[in-house]
């Protein structure tokens, strides 16, 4: 018996109902149709996405972090391969030691590559860096709904577009082989504004092919504007201080908040509090020591051990022609909403730049440059009502989603929004996957 099969024995008794291959025959074994298992099947990674497109209540999760093998790293070739379980930072951390570096900055390294590949995953990166990580892939090897092996590589213009951001509907990624480059140093512009400061600022720079991140306390009249610019500068980087400041914003910041939430019962006092420890934690940003960095120590680490301590969000995309209206129409709707509910999100929103990437058929940015806003909260309750108020003020605005990323998206809405690509790519996963074995419930919303 293998390990898989053995593992799925003890999880049948303890209803766990996960497996978890530790090589790509284990894999293939816990996809073949012949092996008699609940379905349907979900491949899951670091488990960061915020809705449900990892889960299977009915059926099996198939766990692919024992798939975590890095295989090649070929500084002369530029290329790295992979297997899909890999967490991004220890691929990261490993290419900082080659001197190289993915291109692209690529925010929570909590989470694996094969989920970084399978559903889209992007950060604020300068100019083409910041498309997806999906973009960067030579090729890549799957195991489809059937249990076949099969590999895709990037010259095959028909499956390659397919199978990235398609949410693990098509197949399970075992192994993935990604162009590198030398690693590169940036110049990086910190600036405290006002809110009227920032939405002129987007109007002028959110179409440009720079790197662009923004972070909008709603609440307040307080905004923090990051632009950063490939430098062929040879200043020293200060990775400690870069460190620190990631673990103050990441896991400092919402320890104290959650905190907050519970002792202080006083709204005003308690968001009062939490905006000015934002504002204090953000001011630190401005010093020297961070004008100059890399994508690996500007990424954040996010070291929180289980998903439990992340915040909740939900992420839409916006035409980044259009970013100065839609930031401030966001910050109207976040203060009249907390005016009419008493909610509000206690955490920094944050907005940044994606550009225009064809590569994948579901790319959110296949047509044009757009503009993320992600909006996250320590605070449960009244979260779930939000998110719909949130999703309303997106589909006015023209919003996009990603499956993995923005919560309380209407099936009809996205549709809309995806148009041909979603049926097209429907109609190849019906094909692919005819007894919807990797389709649960959350996803057949969509992809029925
Ligand atoms: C606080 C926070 C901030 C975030 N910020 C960003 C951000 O700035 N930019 C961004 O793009 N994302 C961001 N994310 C989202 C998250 O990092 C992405 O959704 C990530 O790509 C998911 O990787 P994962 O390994 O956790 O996948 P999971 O959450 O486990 O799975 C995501 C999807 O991929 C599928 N999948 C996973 N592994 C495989 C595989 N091997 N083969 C086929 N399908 C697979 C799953 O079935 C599911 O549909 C953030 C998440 C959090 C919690």
Request: aromatic share 10%.
């Amino acid at each position: 018996m293998t390990a898989a099969a053995r593992s799925y024995q003890a999880n049948r008794v303890s209803l766990a109902k996960a497996l978890r291959p530790e090589s790509i025959d284990e894999l293939q074994q816990c996809i073949d149709p012949g092996v008699a298992v609940p379905f349907p099947l979900r491949p899951r990674g670091g488990c960061t996405a915020s809705t449900d497109c990892n889960t299977s209540s009915g059926g099996l999760v198939i766990e692919t972090t024992g798939l975590n093998r890095i295989l090649i790293i070929d500084p002369d070739n530029q290329r790295v391969t992979v297997e899909a379980g890999v967490r991004l930072q220890d691929l990261v951390n490993a290419l900082d030691e080659f001197g190289l570096e993915l291109p692209g900055c690529f925010d929570l390294y909590r989470h694996t590559v094969g989920g970084a590949v399978a559903a889209p995953c992007f950060g604020p990166g300068v100019g083409e860096d910041a498309a997806s990580l999906a973009r960067q892939i030579i090729s890549m090897k799957i195991v489809t709904p059937s249990g076949e092996l099969v590999s895709i590589s990037a010259d095959d213009s028909r499956f390659m577009p397919l199978f990235r951001a398609s949410y693990g509907l098509l197949g399970v990624i075992a192994e993935v082989c990604f162009r590198v480059r030398p690693k590169r140093v940036f110049d990086r512009t910190y600036k405290k504004v006002s809110h009227e400061q920032l939405l002129r600022t987007l109007e002028t720079l959110a179409d440009l092919p720079i790197g662009l991140k923004f972070f909008v306390l709603p609440h307040r009249d307080r905004a923090y504007l990051e632009v950063l610019r490939q430098t062929e500068s040879t200043r020293s980087i200060h990775d400690r201080f870069w460190k620190a400041k990631d673990w103050g914003e990441t896991v400092v910041l919402p320890t104290i908040f959650r905190s907050l939430n519970k002792v202080v019962p006083m709204p005003t006092l308690r968001y009062r509090l939490i905006d000015g420890v934002s504002g204090i934690t953000k001011d630190l940003s401005q010093s020297r020591l961070f004008e100059t960095g890399s994508y690996s120590v500007a990424a954040g680490y996010r070291q929180t051990g289980s998903t439990s301590d992340t915040a909740n969000y939900s992420t839409w995309l916006f035409s980044a022609s259009r970013a100065s209206e839609i930031a401030e129409d966001y910050i109207e709707f976040c203060q009249s909403l907390f005016e009419r509910t008493g909610y509000r999100a206690d955490l920094p929103t944050v907005g940044f730049r994606v550009a225009k990437d064809p590569s994948a058929l579901m790319s959110p940015s296949r047509s044009r440059a757009m503009i993320a806003l992600q909006t996250s909260s320590t605070r449960t309750d009244g979260w779930e009502d939000f998110v719909i108020d949130l999703a309303d003020f997106a589909e006015a605005h023209g919003g996009v989603p990603v499956f993995n990323q923005t919560r309380a998206v209407r099936s009809g809405y996205a549709q809309r929004v995806y148009g041909d690509a979603l049926n097209n790519f429907v109609a190849m996963r019906r094909k692919l996957d005819a007894d919807n074995r990797l389709l649960n419930p959350f996803l057949s919303q969509y992809f029925r």
